[in-house]
């Protein structure tokens, strides 16, 4: 009976340590090297994945023609900034760095950043 227990508890710990690894990396952004901005990655909680997927959602059609991350006014201050070019607009997209929540979509300026 002993051994039964032990055994369960050992597998339960194996499972917690696992999780909580993962959980981990998971909760970690990654950039690419050359990314702009990739000093704040360390206070992203939304991957550069997701942030993509939300901005391409949002201008259905179009494609990124440059990403950075910035600290800017705004949500939680921290924003990935998208260009996204559909047909011949171009348009700026924020995505919050830490909620996911879309920031700003417009119409890019002829004075862009």
């Known amino acids: 009976m002993k051994k039964d227990i032990i055994s369960a508890l050992t597998l339960v710990l194996g499972v917690t340590l696992f999780a ?3 959980f981990s990396a998971e909760s970690q ?4 090297k050359n990314f702009v ?3 704040f990655a360390k206070d992203a909680k939304i991957s ?8 391409l959602k949002t201008e259905l059609g179009g494609k990124i ?3 950075e991350l910035e600290k800017e006014k705004g949500g939680s201050g921290l924003r990935y ?3 996204v070019k ?3 607009t171009t348009y700026e997209v924020g995505v919050d760095a830490k909620t996911g929540k879309v920031l700003e979509n417009s119409i890019e300026g002829p004075n862009s950043d």
Request: no cysteine; aromatic share 4%; net charge positive.
């Open 20 to 22: 909580t690894s993962s």
């Open 29 to 32: 952004v990654v950039l690419p």
């Open 37 to 39: 901005g990739r000093e």
């Open 48 to 55: 550069l994945k997701k942030a993509r997927a939300t901005a």
């Open 65 to 67: 023609t440059d990403e």
């Open 81 to 83: 900034s998208f260009d």
């Open 86 to 88: 559909k047909g011949s």
